[in-house]
């Protein structure tokens, strides 16, 4: 399991020369950071500033994980608490729309977004990332979860259901939170623009990434760099929220 | 009539506040999700190209791809491999490490986590297996065969069809501890200690009576979500496909639905047509979904 990914990281910081020796070697003799001086060399030189990609997939990222967080935890409010006709539909096909990948709803997909005006341009990722199902399902299921009693004493005190909602149930399911967030990281952190984006300064850092690693044997070296640094952003955000994204899925399971 | 009609109105101007909390996500939920599948079977029943108006043609598309399309039965034929091997392999592999690493203390057991976690987010790090499988004697399969002296030259692994499947269905399998892994991880650690008590009481003998007797059926639940994910991933391969075996991969060896579904969507514009290819990938993969459900509820039963 671990092996590929040690070989990653040993090959960005293998010289040329040791990425291209035979036999190959897993791990690294002489390490040295030229990959990564290689990689900003590479960058200096590309048509639209380096900086420009990361401040694209940043606020993609950032916006997408705000917004899904916010919409899904207001929606899976009523469906865990709530008694309301359509309750038990509204939440069945959100199940089924997790049996099922987004890949099928491509093309249909393209011609919503050019009605909206959305093509080329961040919204086209950020808007539908929003309404991911999993993360909505996933929030509900958790806040089932959530004694009654806490809900009824606000209400009581006289509390609207909006009051409720921000000030109570949003801080007790913090774990989920932390859960839809690195989910949602991940998709929006390693999105190409999902072929809605053409203009070379809205292109993701993922995208410029490919450009690199896809780019022949000159550049093995600054392409082992540059897929070390975009892995250890989800993997780091990972180390720091395992023990709550365990906490949320205790609660993900179907039940019937 | 009139009666029932007006009870639920009442009760539905009641939950007044459920619906505006709902509303920004349902109205989003329905415009790229429910939407886009309506229009997707709409579509495959036309003539479309992205210019004209679409033009109804009833059922062509469909016989044009079981009939017509021979790449379109290599597409299934891979895809359902891919699915049938990937799919219980990976669903048990998730189980059994989660199960294994769920008797290690929490320390360990959080670092075993995100070793076996970690390709699955890591995005597109499975580049790096173009590496180790790469063509000349650089790649480590190559140099380490050659070295052995098993191989006398180096294969060109991804190039040849006969290789290209396995090593696809390896990468997808190395990928395939993701979410689904996370849930039976924590499924395991909310089983009721007592219960075990209890079955050793009523004279559960062994590990595997243990598991079956107690263990499955406590966490049915968390089953029954990670088939889900894992059913659902292991339909869809496509990217592993393209970055490994290229677009179009050689004599279409590793075409799957979906690369199919992308080849007539966005290279040949055909969109009526890859429409029918997505309306019978979203019947596969949410029959197959619904199949299994009704299977797992039968667990330890």
New interface residues.
Partial sequence: ??L??V??IN?AFKPLDE??????T?FVRNPTLNNFSDLLNLLGESWVPFSRYIFNTVFITLTGVIGHVI??S??A???AK????G?KS?FQ??V??????P???????Y??MSWLGLIDTYWAVI??A??Y??G?YLMKQFMEQMPDALLEAAKIDGA???RI?WTIVMPNVKPAWLTLV??QF?IL??SDGN?FIYSEQLKSL?FA??QI??GGIAR?GA?AAV?LI??SV??TL??FS??K??????S????? | MSNWWSLKVSEIKKSKHSYVLLAPYMILFAVFTVLPVIMSMVLSFTYFNMLEFPKFIGWHNYSRLFLEDDIFLIAIKNTILFAVITGPVSYIACFVFAWIINELSPRLRAFMTLVFYAPSISGNVFFIWLMIFSGDRYGIMNGLLLKLGILMEPIQWLKEEQYILAIIIIVQLWLSLGTGFLAFIAGLQTVDRTLYEAGAVDGIRNRWQELWYITLPSMRPQLMFGAVIQITTSLAVSDVSIALAGFPSVNYAAETIVTHLIDYGTTRFEMGFASSIATVLFIIMLSTNLIVQKLLRKVGE
């Fill in positions: 399991m671990v590929p990914l070989y990653a090959n990425i291209f020796l035979f036999p190959p897993l919409f899904a207001a929606a409010f009523p469906l709530h008694r309301f006709p309750k509204l096909v959100v089924l729309s997790l049996m099922f990948t890949a099928v709803t491509a093309i249909p997909n011609m919503v808007v539908p929003f309404s199902s999993l909505l609207s259901e909006y909602f690195i989910l991940q952190w390693g072929g993922h990434a490919n690693i896809y093995a392409a897929a975009l892995m989800p993997i990972f180390v395992q023990s994204i365990i906490e949320t899925m205790a993900s399971g179907m039940k019937d």
